[in-house]
């Protein structure tokens, strides 16, 4: 008997989440399995890649053969360069935080204080302007 080393897919339709499992090559992609041996989340950010690398190691020890999307997992957390007797991969990197934009005092800019903006005043002074007009008209009244 064949055994694989394979991804059992699960979740909705556009929200993949797989499950790395053992079993035998005969049957199909999310049919039954003999061991759950880790999980890929392939839309989160950053995707996530748990192994259990002891029970990976075993199982490629009694001649589990991995897929090529599970060996591309393998590689990336290092199981299948420890399995193989190579040196470990870089780590993963972590994608940085965006940094925080400078400040405009920070960028050294000055402020003049040129006090409210032209829109605001133009409102007040035709604001002002009728009222001054109803009170005037009032007053000849």
């Known amino acids: 008997m064949a055994v694989k080393i394979k991804l059992k897919r699960l979740g909705k339709i ?8 053992v079993a035998d090559s005969r049957t199909r992609r999310d049919g039954r399995a003999i061991e759950e041996i880790g999980k890929y989340h392939p839309t989160y950010n950053p995707s ?6 002891e029970r990976v190691a075993y199982w490629l020890g009694v001649g589990a ?4 999307p599970v060996l591309a997992i393998l590689k990336k957390t ?5 399995f193989k007797g190579e ?4 780590p993963l990197l972590q994608p940085s935080e965006k940094a925080a934009r400078p400040s405009f005092e920070a960028i050294g800019g000055e402020d003049e204080g040129k006090g409210e903006a032209i829109t605001q005043k133009k ?13 005037s008209e009032s007053t000849e009244a």
Not at 48 to 53: G, K, L, N, S
Not at 65 to 68: L, S, W
Not at 87 to 90: G, N, R, T
Request: no cysteine; proline share 10%.
């Open 87 to 90: 040196p470990a991969p870089a």
């Open 14 to 21: 556009r929200s993949p989440h797989y499950r790395i499992v």
């Open 78 to 82: 290092g199981d299948w360069q420890k």
């Open 48 to 53: 996530v890649m748990e192994v259990d690398a």
């Open 123 to 135: 409102k007040a002074d035709k604001k002002d302007e009728a009222a001054e007009s109803s009170s």
């Open 65 to 68: 053969q991995p897929t090529e």
